[in-house]
């Protein structure tokens, strides 16, 4: 569940000499840093700005549109330039944290042994129909996605079917593909999502989540595509191991020795201990679900419960404390590079803000958008808000800060506000599993075991896919005046 190991990106294939070595893009702490450099760069360059921030919907705070004012520069200094990291871990810390209790509770579980059992039991039941399990997962991830709006919710997946998608004989790129690229439908359609619809029609002062029908048409869309290639790699994966982009990666290798054997060995019979650990398991799921969904619990809330359920699970199979602690221990240290790589993530924001350039950023974009032909706005307003959210990968916060810019620029640009607040939930969404400054989805990749520079190679064909189907939806809403 870690990125800290030699893998097929990192070293050179055997009998290949360096003059001969394909390129091969750098560690990802050497990607993160060079944008962090180039942030900082841009201090020197982008004139200084400033909107000033009022209160919003819900007592947020969002940007007066009309209130945009260039301000004296504050370039980032050698020792802003050396903060930015511990200042991003920081500021992400709730991912941070979070993560690394994925990682604890998850191992603690392993050490009960409830974690092969449900994977054998399981593997025997969808050994022949696992590609019909899988669309049916993504099915399901991308519904409760789209209702509720939890994209970090991939965290918790990834940990619960990657067992099992191994033992059926596919690889973890497909485990992080059904979690990452089902709720990432789900949450960039946002049939009826408070998180990015909710909010972005109440700052376009829009009746809350109209226009439903055709954001559901996109849900279907989207997520069917992201079946397709889901399904098509991993078929192709189970046919032949050598086509799986993490072939020759010894922990990819190491993860199948250890749960493959579930359809040829015979897993022992639960104990009592671990039947009334499995139904206390149940129970704090399903506890989990509650908060989320009643008590508005995120990441903070969900990282308690699950201590407390890796204490109480531990105890009730008949761990000691000594061992429920080393199991936690053992899990922080399986995920602790994916934990840093959200915090290093979240230190180019911490350079553009300390720099006073990103409100400056957000109004060229908006001046760039004002400048295209009628036609083209509403696919320009797709693409400045994918641009922004390399810089802000939040739902709420790039709405907070682009859609009262965006909701009166669409009026004057003969684009529909509901146009404009699809724009920004596409454009905000799919780049939310693009770009390495995302720090949730960093994360999910550390715990599935996938580099980045693997996942690009994945996800990116399906991502132009998207783009593609993104702009034919919105041309068809700029044509026919949706609202």
């Known amino acids: 569940m870690s990125e800290n190991r030699t893998t097929a990106v990192d070293a050179p294939e055997e009998g290949a000499t360096t003059a001969k070595k394909s390129f091969q893009l750098p560690h990802i702490y050497i990607i993160l840093l060079g944008f962090i450099g180039l942030a900082s760069l841009a201090t020197y360059l982008v004139p200084g700005g400033s909107y000033e921030r009022v209160d919003g919907p819900d007592g947020r705070t969002t940007i007066d549109p009309g209130s945009f004012q260039f301000i004296d520069a504050n370039p980032i200094g050698f020792t802003d330039f050396m903060v930015a990291i511990p200042q991003g871990l920081m500021s992400a810390g709730e991912v941070v944290f979070f993560t690394l209790m994925i990682g604890g509770v998850f191992m603690v579980l392993r050490a009960t042994g409830l974690i092969e059992l449900a994977v054998d039991k399981l593997t025997r039941r969808f050994a022949s129909r696992s590609l019909v399990m899988i669309a049916l997962l993504m099915m399901t991830f991308s519904v409760i996605a789209t209702l509720i709006g939890t994209q970090e919710l991939s965290l918790v997946y990834v940990p619960v079917i990657l067992p099992l998608i191994i033992a059926l004989r596919y690889d973890s790129v497909v485990a992080a593909a059904v979690a990452l690229c089902a709720t990432t439908a789900g949450f960039s359609a946002g049939v009826l999502n408070p998180i990015n619809t909710g909010l972005g029609q109440q700052l376009s002062g829009l009746p809350l989540y109209s226009g439903w029908a055709l954001r559901a048409t996109v849900l279907v869309a989207i997520l069917s595509t992201a079946i397709f290639f889901v399904v098509r790699y991993a078929r192709k994966v189970q046919r032949d191991p050598a086509l799986s982009l993490l072939a020759g990666d010894a922990y990819e290798a190491s993860k199948r020795e250890e749960f493959q054997h579930a359809l040829t060995e015979q897993t022992p019979a639960a104990t009592t201990r671990q039947k009334l650990a499995s139904i206390a398991t149940l129970g704090f799921l399903a506890l989990l679900v509650f908060g989320v969904l009643q008590q508005g619990?995120?990441?903070?809330?969900?990282?308690?419960?699950?201590?407390?359920?890796?204490?109480?699970?531990?105890?009730?199979?008949?761990?000691?404390?000594?061992?429920?602690?080393?199991?936690?221990?053992?899990?922080?240290?399986?995920?602790?590079?994916?934990a840093l790589i959200a915090g290093v993530a979240r230190g180019v924001a911490v350079v553009l803000e300390n720099g006073q350039i990103l409100d400056t950023i957000v109004h060229g974009l908006g001046n760039l958008v004002g400048g295209l032909p009628v036609v083209l706005a509403a696919v320009g307003m797709f693409f400045a808000q994918l641009m922004f959210n390399f810089i802000v990968p939040s739902g709420s916060g790039q709405a907070l800060v682009t859609m009262p810019i965006m909701a009166p620029l669409s009026d004057v640009l003969d684009v529909t506000r509901q146009t404009a607040v699809l724009a920004y939930q596409l454009g905000d969404g799919f780049g939310n599993i693009l770009f390495p400054t995302s720090g949730y989805f960093m994360a999910t990749l550390a715990l599935a075991g996938v580099p980045w520079q693997k996942w690009i190679r994945f996800f990116f064909p399906l991502f132009l896919a998207w783009v593609s189907i993104a702009l034919a939806f919105l041309i068809f809403a700029q044509v026919t005046g949706w609202s």
Do not use: Q, Y
């Open 297 to 338: 619990w995120f990441m903070l809330e969900m990282a308690g419960l699950f201590i407390l359920m890796g204490a109480v699970v531990g105890l009730i199979a008949g761990l000691s404390g000594t061992e429920i602690c080393d199991a936690f221990n053992k899990g922080f240290r399986e995920v602790l590079v994916g």
